[in-house]
């Protein structure tokens, strides 16, 4: 074992002893408030259960992990056009060669003695790295935004055996243990005391899965504590040591790490600029083809028995948006593919993610570059959409589903908004991926590229309109009757067989919103019916004569939005001729 050393050159990693404030007291104020600075990228403090994978070991006290649904490769770049070099200066966080053709966010953790060269933790990857200082750019504008994907921990529960430090041969069999699997369920332990460093590590249990007990929380997202071996538990029956009861997090302490060579065990990072790609520059596009339009030909791939498909829910952010609330009337849900199996087959979700991820990844790519952004012409969208035409765009909106996050997001103008006289415009939008209706400024919106409307919307806009609320009199739905559609019904089934109305004649768009006549759940197909239960319970009114036609969009327009948005644009014209004279 490895006796504790009095100087060490270094100790551990990277730069513990620094504190990370997440707070700051402005004078005035009589409490504190996060700290604003376009220089301090933050860091993730989960106070919660999650599924991760262990990205990077130094010792008990100091294991690296990243979540499943990292968005790393959407920090990463493969052209370093129009990026600025960097200066080499201690801490600073920079973008770095984390592979050959890749660069990655870092962050400058030393330098050499003639400042050649200097050592990085590469803070999304989850490894260090020796890299030149000549091949560091400046962060591209925007990242800084997005917190460290990976986030450090304590494993709970174990102490070295000396008392005071962590000897090799520990560290070792740790590895040993973790290599035992890929994914890994972890609960952070609650503390009475969370100090305000965001540099502090979590103190947390940490347990190995099998890949079944994985696939069942990746298809279900229902979390289960007790899932998995115990990493602690494990290393301490390895080494014959007894397990430690410890219920306060703040009561586990860390230890040090010693080890002089710690540098040296980087692995040098070299830059290969003939690898990199050159960025896709698409400058006149917007004005070969300003508004494309989604292909007609997706709907045979997802239907299924004449008009039958099957479909999932998903939490999302957008529920904690009043106009995102689903209702029997308006509500959202996740495409399933067509492929035999199983409704909830862990492939089929596998499919979905890989092709979220992949179309993400593509328009970070693209729309990063400021030659890619073109924005829309809020009067020839206005006269598209006035047309009949439907008109899409790009904006840069970031959320995290499940099982990908997007950063450039496919939005559908839904409507032109024109308030005060014409002095205010806006768009109203639906997110084509990862659904959810919201508001834009005309600045937000860009022109999207032809190519990225090949990809099929990943979620499906859904509404009843034989369901009506049980008071005729309540102009919009009632919590108490949305939360058992929400969290009795649709939640806990979550994958469902939807059956559509029938139009004569007409093919459907999957597209477009998607009129309802049943829906049960995939795995009990004989079950009841969403609406048969919804009725049954009271929670609504099944109308026995649905109109034909139910505006879906109603609630979320104000009141004489229509005049207003007419007058306004009316008087929008008469000003553009008058300049133009």
Known sequence: MVAANPNPTNITFPDRGRTSPRLEQVPGDVTKRYIKSAEKIRRLAPRHFFPAEVVYVVSPSNIWVRLVNHITSQL???????????????????MAPVKP????????????????????????????????????????????????????????GIDPANGTNWASDEVAKLQEVLDRYTHFWVTPVLSTKYPDDESCFI????????????????????????????????????????????????????????????????????LDQEAMLPPEIHS??????????????????????????????????????????PTPNRFFAHRLDSKKGEPNDIERFRRFAEEGRQLAKQMDEFYLFSQNQHGLDFNAVYEQLKSGERVFGIVQHYRKTSYFTMRYQRVEILHCIVREGGERCFYRGRFLDTGGIETFTCASVIHIHPDHMTTYPMCYVLYYSCLSRPNKFDKTWNDVHLEPFNEVYLRPNRVFQVKLVKTPRTTTDLSKPLHVESMVPALNPEGKSIEDLMTENRHAIRETYPPPILDIYEDLRFAGETEATETGMARRSKRVTSDSD
């Open 76 to 94: 990463e770049l493969a052209s370093s056009k129009d990026l600025d070099t960097a200066t080499a200066e201690l801490y600073k966080y920079v």
């Open 101 to 156: 053709d890749r660069l990655g966010r870092a962050r400058i953790l030393k330098l050499s003695e003639d400042k050649a060269m200097c050592y990085v933790y590469f803070i999304d990857a989850g490894q260090p790295g020796k890299v030149k200082t000549s091949e560091l750019y400046e962060l591209p504008k925007g990242f800084a935004c997005h917190p460290w994907q990976t986030v450090p921990l304590m494993l709970h």
């Open 203 to 270: 103190s947390a249990n940490i347990n190995g899965l099998t890949d079944t007990e994985y696939d069942k929380i990746f298809t279900t997202q229902k979390p289960d504590l007790n899932v998995g071996d115990s990493i602690a538990e494990l290393y301490n029956l390895e080494l014959h040591k007894p397990q430690i009861d410890r219920i306060d997090g703040a009561a586990q302490k860390s230890y040090p790490y010693y080890d002089n060579e710690f540098y040296n065990h980087f692995e040098e990072k070299p």
């Open 284 to 325: 006149n596009f917007h004005l070969e083809n300003p508004f494309p339009q989604l292909r007609g030909d997706f709907g045979s791939s997802f239907l299924r028995e004449g008009h039958t498909l099957w479909v999932f829910t998903m939490l999302s952010d957008t529920s904690t948006l009043e106009i995102n609330k």
